[in-house]
C-alpha cells in the first residue's frame, strides 16, 4: 500500500506560481512512475505530468509544456509540480498519483487506469 498526501495549492493571482508537492508513504517510492492529473469544475479529469520512476523520463500535456515542471527526490519520497505563469484555465484540484512500474514502463503513462494509488487533492485557484 501506498499513501499519497498533496500540499501546496491555494490562491494564486494572475501570472503567479505554486509548488504542489506530494509525499509518498513506504519505502518503495522510486519503483513508481509519478503522475499529477487535475479535475476542473464540471470536467473530465485529464493528465498534467508523469514522471519515470528514475526521474530520467518526463510528460506533459501540451497546455502546460514551458510552464510546468515535475520532479521528484526519491529520498524524500516526494514528487513535485513546479507550476508558473498559472492561467485561469489551470484551477482545478490537483491529484498525485502512483504506478508500480520498476522494470517495465520506462515512459511514464498518460492514462488514469494504469495508477494503481491517488492521493486526496490539492485545490489551485487562480485568481486577478
Known amino acids: 500500500q501506498v499513501q499519497l498526501v498533496e500540499s501546496g495549492g491555494g490562491l494564486v493571482q494572475a501570472g503567479g506560481s505554486l509548488r504542489l508537492s506530494c509525499v509518498a508513504s513506504?519505502?518503495?517510492?522510486?519503483?513508481?512512475?509519478m503522475g499529477w492529473f487535475r479535475r476542473a469544475p464540471g470536467k473530465e479529469r485529464e493528465f498534467v505530468a508523469a514522471i519515470s520512476w528514475s526521474g530520467g523520463s518526463t510528460t506533459y500535456t501540451n497546455s502546460v509544456k514551458v510552464r510546468f515542471t515535475i520532479s521528484r527526490d526519491n529520498a524524500k519520497n516526494t514528487v513535485y509540480l513546479q507550476m508558473n505563469s498559472l492561467k485561469p484555465e489551470d484551477t482545478a484540484v490537483y491529484y498525485c498519483?502512483?504506478?508500480?512500474?520498476?522494470?517495465?514502463?520506462?515512459?511514464?503513462?498518460?492514462?488514469?487506469?494504469?495508477?494503481?494509488?491517488w492521493g486526496q487533492g490539492t485545490q489551485v485557484t487562480w485568481t486577478q
Open positions: 513506504g519505502r518503495t517510492f522510486s519503483r513508481y512512475n
Open positions: 498519483a502512483a504506478d508500480y512500474a520498476f522494470g517495465s514502463r520506462v515512459v511514464p503513462s498518460r492514462t488514469p487506469d494504469e495508477y494503481d494509488y
